[in-house]
């Protein structure tokens, strides 16, 4: 079992920041890779970031020189700071992390940009 709580979202003016926090509450497996995932309203789930065990990113090209993912392996958490946020940045974020038996997901955490 692996149990992950988001916190930090909330609503903030385009051009705004934000930062994510997804922390691993119960691992009984090591965590590889580590990922933040969202979901606008109407529309399909999307990748946002991915951070390696080896602190290899990877970035949508929506976020690309806005957002940054990283890791603190000793908090077992993950983070993700939103810079020059835009409206079309809303939706409800979620980390993912994947083990060898199989991913998790937290239940999320809501992003409103404003106009």
């Known amino acids: 079992q692996v149990q992950l709580v988001e916190s930090g979202g909330g609503l903030v003016q385009a051009g705004g920041s934000l930062r994510l926090s997804c922390a691993v509450t119960?691992?009984?497996?090591?965590?590889?890779?580590m990922g933040w995932y969202r979901q606008a309203p109407g529309k399909q789930r999307e990748f946002v970031a991915g951070?390696?065990?080896?602190?290899?990113?990877l970035y949508a090209n929506s976020v690309k020189g806005r957002f940054t993912i990283s890791r603190d392996n000793f908090k077992n958490a993950m983070y993700l700071q939103m810079n020059s946020l835009k409206p079309e940045d809303t939706g409800v974020y979620s980390c993912?992390?994947?083990?060898?038996?199989?991913?998790?997901w937290g239940r999320g955490t809501q992003v409103t940009v404003s106009s």
């Open positions: 119960r691992s009984d497996f090591r965590i590889d890779d």
């Open positions: 951070i390696r065990s080896g602190a290899g990113t």
């Open positions: 993912k992390v994947h083990t060898w038996i199989t991913d998790y």
